[in-house]
């Protein structure tokens, strides 16, 4: 089992990348999301520069918001400065999308996107298709110094749909989700993209990444799941779930099915609450996902509750949470990575650092 840490990229807050690599941490999924957070491949090149170990890559990237070849470019860009350690994360852009007013790429646009970006890292000459005009298109560099093709860049994507797990068996170097503490859920997905991948004659690498993105609280003693330090630490990742839940369920015509077991207690009050920003459309997704995973939202900590965190962190004192981690990892996932809220990072990194990972040993 391997650690990272997932990074809503600040552009003059990069050192804590820094701080994690000296931590032990092998990964850090820098977020790529235009309308909250700073770019995430000036970020990253400033992380890539100024670290040696740790792996840099983007957690995650989509399709909707750069041409393929773009993103290519830039990740190609970032293996320059960081060889051997770059990969990068994508998926259909759940928040990225949705705070411009759009919906998530397709499963088809994730495809080809995938292809295409595939291809270019991998030197091929490629079709490439925009506003109706398809062209083969290739890298021109002749002076390698540009890029970095040589180093493999592995491509990891997001997914906990079944049409997803799909891609990821097909087109995928490894798997990102998050979520989905259950160990029998792990398995069930992992089995989903196991199938998919025997379906087109592929094995899945020993290498293969299953990644869990997950918030983490390691309980000090007399704490508890309602004390005021965990509920400000599980809050920023409760309500992200509470707003992902949300959106697809009103997007599915309102199928009550969709709505996660640990949310439904307090789903009707968390409708009306949404319901109150009112219309037109654009204020309200703009207010639902305020502060997107970085710090609680006031009007929304009576959603935190015991169950609802219980649902969403990995949360407990060390003992329960090494027992946790060591049945997911018998469900066959492979990395945790932690998403601390802005301004805890330090301490939740450090403090999983010291209790939780000396219990596991560093896959080679």
């Given at each position: 089992m391997r650690f990272g840490f997932?990074?809503?990229?600040?552009?003059?807050?990069?050192?804590?990348?820094?701080?994690?690599?000296?931590l032990g941490y092998h990964r850090v999924w820098v977020g790529d999301s235009q309308m909250l957070y700073s770019d995430c491949y000036?970020?990253?090149?400033?992380?890539?520069?100024?670290?040696h170990r740790i792996h840099v890559g983007t957690g995650i990237t989509t399709p909707g918001t750069r041409l393929a070849p773009v993103t290519a470019c830039a990740i190609a860009t970032i293996n320059r400065l960081a060889p051997g350690r770059t990969f990068m994360g994508i998926?259909?852009?759940h928040t990225a999308m949705r705070l411009m007013g759009q919906l998530p790429a397709s499963i088809a646009e994730l495809r080809d996107c995938i292809r295409?970006?595939?291809?270019?890292?991998?030197?091929?000459?490629?079709?490439?298709?925009?506003?109706?005009?398809?062209h083969e298109i290739r890298f021109m560099h002749d002076d390698p110094t540009y890029l970095n093709l040589e180093d493999r860049i592995p491509l990891y994507v997001a997914a906990n749909g079944p049409k997803a797990l799909g891609v990821v068996g097909r087109l995928g170097d490894g798997w990102i989700t998050a979520g989905g503490l259950i160990p029998s859920i792990v398995s069930?997905?992992?089995?989903?993209?196991?199938?998919?991948?025997?379906?087109?004659?592929?094995?899945l690498p020993s290498?293969?990444?299953?990644?869990?993105?997950?918030t983490a609280c390691v309980l000090r003693r007399g704490e508890k799941l309602t004390s005021d330090r965990v509920i400000q630490l599980a809050g920023p990742i409760v309500t992200t779930n509470l707003h992902f839940a949300f959106e697809v369920w009103e997007q599915s015509g309102r199928n009550n099915e969709l709505i996660p077991p640990f949310l439904r207690n307090i789903w009707d009050e968390f409708v009306v609450h949404v319901n109150e920003h009112g219309s037109p459309q654009a204020p309200r997704f703009q207010k639902l996902h305020a502060k997107h995973g970085t710090s609680l939202q006031a009007e929304e900590r009576r959603f935190v509750t015991r169950e609802t965190i219980q649902g969403s962190c990995l949360v407990g004192e060390p003992d329960e949470m090494v027992a946790q981690i060591g049945e997911l990892q018998?469900?066959?996932?492979?990395?945790?990575?932690?998403?601390?809220?802005?301004?805890?990072e330090y301490e939740v990194l450090r403090d999983f650092s010291r209790l939780i990972m000396p219990h596991f040993k560093d896959a080679p």
């Open positions: 997932l990074f809503p990229p600040h552009v003059t807050r990069w050192q804590i990348v820094q701080e994690a690599e000296r000036v970020t990253l090149a400033l992380a890539a520069a100024n670290s998926g259909t852009g295409v970006v595939r291809g270019l890292l991998d030197g091929d000459a490629v079709e490439f298709s925009h506003k109706g005009r398809t069930q997905q992992f089995a989903q993209i196991t199938l998919a991948a025997r379906v087109v004659g592929r094995t290498d293969f990444l299953a990644c869990n993105n997950v018998r469900a066959g996932l492979t990395e945790l990575s932690l998403m601390p809220p802005a301004g805890s």
